[in-house]
Every structure is written in structure tokens, then in C-alpha cells.
T-cell receptor, first 112, second 113 residues
Framework: GENVEQHPSTLSVQEGDSAVIKCTYSDSASNYFPWYKQELGKGPQLIIDIRSNVGEKKDQRIAVTLNKTAKHFSLHITETQPEDSAVYFCAASIGGFQKLVFGTGTRLLVSP | DGGITQSPKYLFRKEGQNVTLSCEQNLNHDAMYWYRQDPGQGLRLIYYSQIVNDFQKGDIAEGYSVSREKKESFPLTVTSAQKNPTAFYLC????????????FGQGTRLTVV
């Protein structure tokens, strides 16, 4: 079935470093790719999304890139801060209904 | 203050009992979703609804039931047929299904003892 793979499962960086999280998807018809940040005990919140008609999108310190040919997309966080520490999920719209299928999450830890 | 509200935040039930989780949204969204979150497994879709009085099974619907009698409400019942009900349950809504931002509630942590 359709799936989204996400790597790495955990990522530790020093404050100020960059962090990159990668996802691959299986459905070539996918056209919407959101990224969510989830803090402990809370629901996920959208931080950035990209549609298949663009290759890159930026919003201040975060950016997402999409390679449709290779069916992978990545989240880039620059100048990381301790408050960036959370679990990040990627997702891809799947199939005719276009439901969202989520990756398994990346726990990012930013050390001061 | 618009948003999506799940209640309660924590819920304890004895094995064999049905339990209903509440999800209400005042965003005027058509689509609503229920996800289950387990450690290391991301979010898995239980049920979704595109419009009132209509809903479809997601990837892990067995042991769950839903209703959509009102646009703003999408309650989830965890039945005794669900083999491993202990989990974190998340409700979400979106203007349209799939291809637009999904807003999540704060979740309900269900523990069955």
C-alpha cells in the first residue's frame, strides 16, 4: 500500500546548527506534502507545506524541498534553537481521495 | 476563538467497555479525521468524513465506530472489539479532504486497564 518513509528517527544537533529530515513517498499521484511539529502531549501543528507544482518553499528558518522524480522531500531548519526541539512528521496526500499518510516521525533535540 | 477541541484529555476505561471520544470544531470545515498515534508508528488514519452523514474507513478502522450527524462534531467510539485500544487519539479537520492544511486537536490519551 501507499506509505511514507521518514529518516532519521532521532536527530541531535547543537544550537545554531542546521537540521535536515528526509521523507520518501510511494504514490506518484501525491501532490501535497505538509510538515508538522508536535510538542510533548499536544497535537501536531503545521509548520510548512509544499505542493507538487513547486520545488522549494521557504519560511524564515525553515524550508522544504521536493524532488518529484525521486519521490522525496526534505525539511531544512537553519540556525536551530532549543525551542525547535520536538517531533516532526512529514505527510503526503495519497490516492484519489487524497487522504494524508504520515511518516513515523523524527525526534529533534537541539542542545544549547 | 476558532479551533478544534478534543475531550477529555485523559481517559481511563476498563477492558471490555466501549468509550466515546469527543471532537468538536468551529472552523466550518467539511472534512474531519481521526488518527491513532503509537510510539514509533506515526499517525494512522482510523476514519474520515467528507460531509455530514457520510464517513469512510481509514487504514485501521476495525474496533472503532464514528458518526457525523453535525458538521462540527465527529465523535469516535472505541469498542470492546479493538484489541489494543490504549493509545493517543488525534482528531483533525480541513476545509477540503487531504490537499489542504489539516488542523489537529490536542489529543485524548486513552488508557484501558
Amino acid at each position: 500500500g501507499e506509505n511514507v518513509e521518514q529518516h532519521p528517527s532521532t536527530l541531535s544537533v547543537q544550537e545554531g546548527d542546521s537540521a535536515v529530515i528526509k521523507c520518501t513517498y510511494s504514490d506518484s499521484a501525491s501532490n501535497y506534502f505538509p510538515w508538522y511539529k508536535q510538542e510533548l502531549g499536544k497535537g501536531p501543528q503545521l509548520i510548512i507545506d509544499i505542493r507538487s507544482n513547486v520545488g522549494e518553499k521557504k519560511d524564515q528558518r525553515i524550508a522544504v524541498t521536493l524532488n518529484k522524480t525521486a519521490k522525496h522531500f526534505s525539511l531544512h531548519i537553519t540556525e536551530t534553537q532549543p525551542e525547535d526541539s520536538a517531533v516532526y512528521f512529514c505527510a503526503a496526500s495519497i490516492g484519489g481521495f487524497q487522504k494524508l499518510v504520515f511518516g513515523t516521525g523524527t525526534r529533534l533535540l537541539v542542545s544549547p | 476563538d476558532g479551533g478544534i477541541t478534543q475531550s477529555p484529555k485523559y481517559l481511563f476505561r476498563k477492558e471490555g467497555q466501549n468509550v466515546t471520544l469527543s471532537c468538536e470544531q468551529n472552523l466550518n470545515h467539511d472534512a474531519m479525521y481521526w488518527y491513532r498515534q503509537d510510539p514509533g508508528q506515526g499517525l494512522r488514519l482510523i476514519y474520515y468524513s467528507q460531509i455530514v452523514n457520510d464517513f469512510q474507513k481509514g487504514d485501521i478502522a476495525e474496533g472503532y465506530s464514528v458518526s457525523r450527524e453535525k458538521k462540527e462534531s465527529f465523535p469516535l467510539t472505541v469498542t470492546s472489539a479493538q484489541k489494543n485500544p490504549t493509545a493517543f487519539y488525534l482528531c483533525a479537520s480541513s476545509i477540503q479532504r487531504g490537499s489542504t492544511e489539516a488542523f489537529f486537536g490536542q489529543g485524548t490519551r486513552l488508557t484501558v486497564v
